[in-house]
């Protein structure tokens, strides 16, 4: 069935903050052809567009003034090999964490570092989604998506997707106007463990001393994180809602002087990355709350919607951390979360 427009749609449930939004339009696309008629309803015609996918990373502080297009195409299918890779194309809409897992189930390890990261396949090249020291660019082969200029599918290889620290051209030259269709992953043949993240290896380590394998990996990674990160089915939230700031040498330097256990990882250039939830943290914003908004207690980087929070109160509690870094510290920190 064609996917259908539906007039000032609730998005409570399409977002992971659960916080109360309407959208003037909103269509589920379940299949790539239903997309393009869906642009091209006269309806909608002119009005804004915006492109969802788990909603797991972005805030409504306001109702959405024009067209809400939800992302679910599936599939999962062996597409070929390269020289040392095994290739998947996956549907834009597929779960994230369920594929990795039944890509592991198979005998294709490559994705573990990143299990249990909430969201769909077709948003984790927008953002380059990363944890435990590695990130979806590192297993990216192509990305198919829908140019709405030029009203054509295209494929990209990962070169053209531009990716950097949770960042790639759908954020910038492309944004609003490509549309992730499927995503083909590349796993490689000659499986390693990606290690060297300090927590994921005092994890494993306590398990044993062997090289550990993928599952295990993605069984330490699920422990850690759900230790450290809230469910958004039990408590609204959009996973770090900053991005960990990068920092000169010089204004590195400087903060040490001041703040000696500063947590900073360096970067190749001579920059250096600051983690985010320290700054927060040494504020004293870890655990604080505003209203039904707070700093989630056991990892600052995270806001959570304690029940009930409007859009507004959760960006209100972001604009006083930002506020509290910068006096504190003079570092910028910049949302990691979409904000609508
Ligand atoms: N820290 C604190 N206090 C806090 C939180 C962190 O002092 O409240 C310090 C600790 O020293 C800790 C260090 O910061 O060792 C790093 O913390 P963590 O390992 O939790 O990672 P992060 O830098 O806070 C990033 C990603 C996460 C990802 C983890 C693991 C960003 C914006 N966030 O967080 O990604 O899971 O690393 O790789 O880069 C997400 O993007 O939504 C996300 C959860």
Not at 123 to 148: F, K, M, T
Not at 245 to 253: C, G, S
Request: proline share 4%; with cysteine.
């Amino acid at each position: 069935m064609p996917a259908e427009l539906q007039a000032n749609a609730s998005l409570n449930a399409l977002n992971a903050f659960g916080v109360n939004a309407t959208a003037a339009w909103l269509a589920h696309v379940q299949c790539e052809s239903d997309l393009a008629p869906v642009l091209a309803d006269r309806r909608v015609a002119g009005w804004p567009q915006l492109v969802l996918g788990g909603g797991t990373n972005i805030l409504f502080a306001s109702d959405f003034p024009g067209l809400v297009v939800r992302v679910g195409i599936p599939g999962l299918r062996a597409a070929g090999q390269t020289g040392d890779s095994w290739l998947f194309e996956i549907g834009a809409g597929m779960d994230w964490h369920h594929t990795v897992q039944s890509l592991l189930e198979a005998g294709f390890g490559g994705l573990e570092n990143l299990a249990l990261i909430p969201g769909t396949v077709g948003a984790a090249p927008i953002q380059n989604i990363g944890a435990y020291g590695l990130e979806i660019a590192e297993r990216l082969h192509s990305v198919r998506a829908w140019d709405c200029r030029g009203q054509a599918v295209v494929q990209m290889d990962a070169a053209e997707c531009g990716f950097g620290y949770r960042d790639s051209v759908f954020k910038r030259e492309y944004k609003g106007s490509r549309i992730v269709l499927s995503v083909t992953l590349a796993l490689p043949k000659r499986w390693q463990p990606v290690l060297g993240y300090t927590e994921l290896d005092r994890e494993l380590k306590a398990l044993s001393n062997q090289t550990p394998s993928a599952g295990e990996i993605f069984n330490a990674v699920c422990a850690i994180r759900r230790r450290k990160l809230p469910d958004p089915a039990l408590l609204g939230n959009a996973g770090s809602f900053f991005k960990n700031p990068i920092v000169t040498r010089e204004k590195r330097t400087e903060l040490i002087s001041h703040f000696p256990s500063l947590v900073s990882y360096a970067l190749s250039g001579g920059r250096f990355k600051l983690a985010a939830g320290w700054l927060i943290e040494a504020c004293g914003m870890k655990g604080a709350s505003r209203g039904r908004a707070a700093v989630y207690d056991r990892q600052a980087l995270v806001l959570v919607n304690r029940g009930g929070a409007t859009g507004r109160e959760i960006l209100d509690l972001a604009s006083e951390v930002q506020a509290r870094v910068a006096e504190k510290f003079g570092v910028v920190l910049e949302p990691e979360a979409v904000i609508v």
